[in-house]
């Protein structure tokens, strides 16, 4: 491996090769070097194994999660765990649809130096989400780095592109043995710790979600629609959550935040 580069760990399920044959085309010169992780599908993974890593989340009152989010999940503990495997200070970990190109993989690894062992980094990915607009962050001693407000932990989503630290790495897995939890679940997996997320716009995900499996899968079950009281209960509280997002972001403004994310 030549210095200044760090392990990159590629998240993909078997029956994806096309996607990593676009891959290869978009990182020429990076994906030979990629380790894969074989995915789980979580819509194959039989019932009783589907149900036990739902039961704990369930019974703490949290939300039922789709196979595929459980398949996302497993997959990227998988990624974790090879990674404390190899002793390395740093990783970083991708799924087979992130777009970019090898010079935006460089601009990354230059980035690493300047990362503490108490962090994560967001390489980019927020493309359409509702929820960028209140990803807030301030330079972190290199240009294009930013470290995120607290309150942004939240409202920053994905798992197409990041880099991991043994430290983060370790607090996500020990969270994630507890109580299975959606993999980019970031504000939650840091909360009360020293850990800072900090954020690069370097890649990007795809704004066409078409291609994805879990997004597929969640339009298939009508994961948003909702119906009677439940549906008036669900708007009252997106209303006070958006009253919440806006005095959040006001005050990160405040204290001299800017937004990060076009």
């Not at 589907?50 to 999660?65: C, E, N, S, V």
């Not at 993999?183 to 990007?204: C, E, P, Q, V």
């Not at 078409?210 to 997106?238: C, N, V």
């Amino acid at each position: 491996m030549n210095p200044g580069t760090y392990p990159i760990y590629l998240v993909s399920l078997d029956q994806d090769s096309e996607k990593r044959e676009t891959l290869k085309n978009r990182f020429p010169r990076y994906s030979a070097t990629m380790t894969r992780i074989n995915a789980v599908d979580g819509r194959k993974l039989p019932a009783k194994e589907f149900f036990d890593h739902i039961a704990t989340p369930l019974a703490l009152g949290h939300r039922l999660m789709l196979p595929g989010e459980v398949g996302c999940s497993l997959s990227h503990v998988h990624a974790l765990e090879s990674f404390l495997s190899s002793g390395e200070n740093y990783a970083l970990i991708l799924e087979d649809d992130v777009i970019g190109g090898d010079d935006d993989i460089d601009a990354i690894m230059t980035l690493v130096s300047a990362l503490p062992p108490e962090s994560l980094l967001i390489c980019g990915g927020q493309q359409g989400m509702p929820a960028r607009k209140y990803v807030f962050g301030k330079t972190a001693g290199a240009e294009g780095l930013f470290r995120l407000a607290r309150y942004s932990n939240n409202h920053i989503f994905r798992t197409c592109c990041y880099v991991i630290t043994p430290v983060s790495a370790k607090q996500i897995l020990d969270m994630q043995s507890e109580s299975l939890t959606l993999a980019d679940a970031w504000g939650t997996f840091f909360r009360g710790s020293g850990t800072n997320i900090y954020y690069t716009d370097k890649l990007a995900h795809p704004k066409e979600l078409s291609g994805s499996h879990l997004e597929q899968e969640r339009s298939r079950l009508g994961y948003e629609s909702m119906f009677g009281i439940r549906k008036i209960i669900a708007l009252a509280q997106r209303r006070l959550s958006r009253i919440a997002r806006k005095l959040g972001a006001l005050l990160c403004l405040l204290q001299g935040y800017r937004r990060v994310v076009k």
